[in-house]
């Protein structure tokens, strides 16, 4: 089930194509669950679905091929680290190890006080700059040392610090 107001922004969404060809919304449908949830949950998937008049199935397999959609809750700081070959090429499975340590979780864990959710991505479109991170789906990290690694995860706590996250059940 969705709400009013997440369907009044389906609506929006939708309004971006011909009537006949509201499927291609997809994708901004899952970002809006997203965007409310956290994360698309195999119901709001279903939701969409429906929304759309496609078979669940198919929104599943958007929602599984793309990194960009959660498939489970996920740290505050959602960090993707590039390991396709030509990072692979410049270091990025080091990264990835690197972050690992960093963070004391495994690719694919979040931290135990939910900050950092590390992740392997695909290729993020910046060969030439590898090691290459995607903070949050938005924020592209380029040539990460281990340096600019520990400083960006630095700043990461520092702005949690700074803006903590409203905790479950609270008011906005």
């Known amino acids: ?16 194509y011909p009537a ?8 901004a449908c899952l970002a809006v669950v997203q965007d409310e949830q956290g994360w ?6 279903a ?3 429906e929304y759309l008049g496609m078979a ?10 793309y990194n960009m959609y959660n498939q489970a809750p996920v740290g505050r700081f959602k960090l993707n680290v590039c390991t396709n070959l030509p ?8 990264a990835l190890h690197y972050m690992e ?23 993020l479109g910046a060969c030439a700059d590898a090691p290459v991170m995607l903070v949050n789906d938005r924020n592209m990290c380029s ?23 409203p905790t479950a059940g609270a008011s906005a």
Not at 20 to 27: E, I, L, N, T, Y
């Open 1 to 16: 089930m969705i709400s009013q107001s997440t369907r009044a922004r389906f609506d929006k969404e939708v309004a971006k």
């Open 47 to 49: 939701a969409i679905a």
């Open 20 to 27: 006949d060809q509201k499927r291609s919304a997809v994708m």
């Open 101 to 123: 340590h960093k963070l004391g979780i495994k690719m694919g864990e979040t931290t135990p006080d939910g900050l950092f959710t590390l992740q392997q991505s695909e290729c």
């Open 143 to 165: 040539n990460m040392s281990n340096a600019r690694m520990d400083a960006m995860v630095e700043a990461l706590k520092a702005e949690a610090a700074k803006h903590p996250a």
């Open 40 to 45: 698309v949950t195999p119901e709001s998937e």
């Open 87 to 94: 990072c692979q090429l410049r270091s990025g499975q080091n």
């Open 56 to 65: 669940p199935m198919a929104v599943h397999e958007v929602t599984t091929f």
